[in-house]
């Protein structure tokens, strides 16, 4: 159980608080989690010293105080990302108090939060996979609408596209050949092949689609014209996954999160993945891809050298 909270800490948090309101306007609800997330620190800070710390006791609180609390709210089974936004909020706390009350603060601010693993996307099985490129396409009556939804998940489970990517696409950039360029993140350009259920999924779409057009005009447009908004495409499959049965991880992102573990597990080279998806670094196509390690193991014996030779 939390300690008492002294008077004084009291007082600071709550002018903490007004002081977040006049600069920010934060919503009520904001301010109750950091109203919240503060007080147990100070809680904890009365239980774990044997008393109420006063304004001034709370200016010698230092990074061990910062870690055994951490360390509770683990034991209490908080979760890392639930420790990070709670120590945001006491150090977002103790830089106006240290500013306020003229202390070094700098123990505290220097804490850093748990880590926490990325959270992405659970690959669809195959066959899931094709009945949501089928199923997305019966989602609206108007037909070319039908066909835009089609033809840009086609996008994200034939080409690996981020959903971003596939809806910045503009005509020019329709390709006459067999490869497709792609601006990624930072800037970055890729070539990706075009595969032929892909560009066929694209150009139906675009014999349908009532809006005139010029070079720089966005392939995929909404209702109205306008560029289309990735929302609508959040919700034709989550219509479709209803309709399939599928769990609320097929999502379209999960989409190229599939294009690139079934890739992998049909022998597909893991750098060459890598530069299809656009990642910076091979470790991060090593954590998108849902493989086991054996199949990552088969990957690496027959690619590298050395092992090779020690099959051999």
Request: aromatic share 6%; net charge positive.
């Amino acid at each position: 159980m939390a300690g008492v909270i002294s008077a004084g800490a009291a007082e600071a948090l709550e002018a903490w608080l007004a002081a977040r309101r006049a600069l920010r306007g934060a919503a009520p609800n904001t301010e109750a989690a950091y109203r919240a997330d503060v007080a147990g620190f100070l809680g904890f800070l009365a239980e774990h010293h044997g008393g109420p710390q006063g304004r001034t006791a709370l200016a010698r609180a230092g990074l061990s105080d910062i870690r055994a609390w951490l360390a509770r709210g683990r034991a209490e089974g908080a979760g890392s990302r639930t420790l990070a936004r709670r120590l945001s909020a006491v150090k977002s706390f103790y830089r106006w108090l240290a500013e306020t009350d003229g202390f070094d603060a700098s123990a505290i601010l220097a804490a850093r939060a748990p880590r926490h693993a990325a959270r992405l996307p659970r690959p669809l099985a195959e066959d899931a996979a094709r009945d949501m490129l089928e199923t997305v396409g019966h989602q609206h009556a108007e037909p070319w609408i039908a066909a835009r939804d089609t033809a840009v998940v086609t996008l994200l489970y034939g080409c690996g596209l981020r959903i971003s990517e596939a809806l910045a696409l503009r005509l020019r950039d329709w390709p006459a050949g067999e490869t497709l360029r792609i601006a990624g993140k930072g800037g970055k350009t890729r070539l990706v092949p075009l595969l032929p259920a892909a560009r066929q999924a694209v150009e139906a779409y675009l014999d349908l689609c009532p809006h005139p057009a010029t070079a720089d005009s966005p392939i995929f447009r909404g209702a109205r014209g306008g560029p289309l908004n990735p929302r609508l495409v959040q919700k034709a499959t989550a219509r479709a996954r209803a309709q399939l049965g599928l769990p609320p991880s097929a999502t379209p992102h999960a989409l190229r999160h599939s294009f690139a573990t079934h890739l992998l597990a049909a022998g597909g080279d893991l750098r060459a993945i890598q530069e299809l998806l656009g990642h910076a670094s091979l470790s991060t196509t090593q954590g998108y891809t849902a493989v086991d390690t054996t199949r990552l193991l088969e990957v690496y014996e027959a690619a590298h050298p050395k092992a090779g030779r020690r099959a051999g």
